[in-house]
């Protein structure tokens, strides 16, 4: 009996690959959705995921050392408001350049997003932060969500998906997004370990980030598969 040959990626129709993407896209959406209410409800009514944040905030605290400490607060400030919006401007300048035009959209409307997202969540929610005898640094607005992973996931993730569209080589592509993730783990871990947020700020953060950055960069593949025919 003569065996079929498996097929092959070029050989799906492309209207499947399509459809196949953006279930994909459509369940993890979903997905992040899911947790960002779970994480919201648990917060404001102080159940649920909370449980964990004083038990694995005193852990963090009680196992600081002076080299983490400086490593803590470098990425932290690399992570910040300052540095997230000038990596936007200069991303945002350099597609302009190249006239990407919705690309340089899509990465500054998921900057600008982002923004308004924490400064509204923060004022709506109004959670208090861990004690201030906890704090490495200063900080005073309220703790949900963690701006700090809420923007960089927006966008370090924006920028990184953009630009992965000029990359070919799988080994770079691959290469590009371990990098981001890594950096995004990083900097939420950072506030954490600063005393400046609970472990839900954090993880409520890259939630609702990902949500936000789902939606712009489901606009923009619509938008460049329509520009593209």
Not at 51 to 68: M, Q, T
């Amino acid at each position: 009996m003569t065996e079929e040959p498996a097929t092959t990626l070029k050989e799906i129709p492309p209207m499947t690959r399509v459809a196949t993407a953006m279930r994909r896209i459509r369940a993890w959406w979903a997905l992040l959705v899911a947790c960002a209410a779970a994480l919201i409800v648990s917060v404001v009514g102080h159940t649920g995921a909370t449980v964990v944040d004083e038990p694995v905030l005193n852990w963090v605290v009680a196992h600081r050392c002076s080299g983490v400490t400086t490593a803590a607060k470098a990425v932290s400030d690399v992570g910040g408001t300052s540095a997230m919006l000038t990596l936007a401007v200069l991303a945002g300048a350099l597609l302009v350049w190249r006239r990407q035009w919705a690309a340089a959209v899509t990465v500054a409307v998921a900057t600008a997003g982002a923004g308004a997202l924490v400064v509204s969540t923060k004022h709506l929610i109004g959670r208090a932060r861990p004690p201030v005898a906890d704090h490495l640094v200063v900080e005073t607005n309220p703790a949900f969500p963690s701006g700090h992973s809420l923007g960089s996931v927006v966008v370090v993730g924006v920028v990184t998906c953009v630009g992965l569209c000029w990359v070919r080589r799988r080994a770079v592509r691959v290469a590009l997004i371990t990098v981001a993730v890594i950096f995004i783990v990083a900097v939420g871990l950072s506030r954490l370990y600063l005393g400046v947020h609970w472990p839900t700020d954090i993880a409520g953060g890259w939630a609702l980030g990902g949500v936000w950055l789902s939606a712009c960069l489901a606009v923009f593949r619509d938008t460049t598969r329509q520009e593209s025919g």
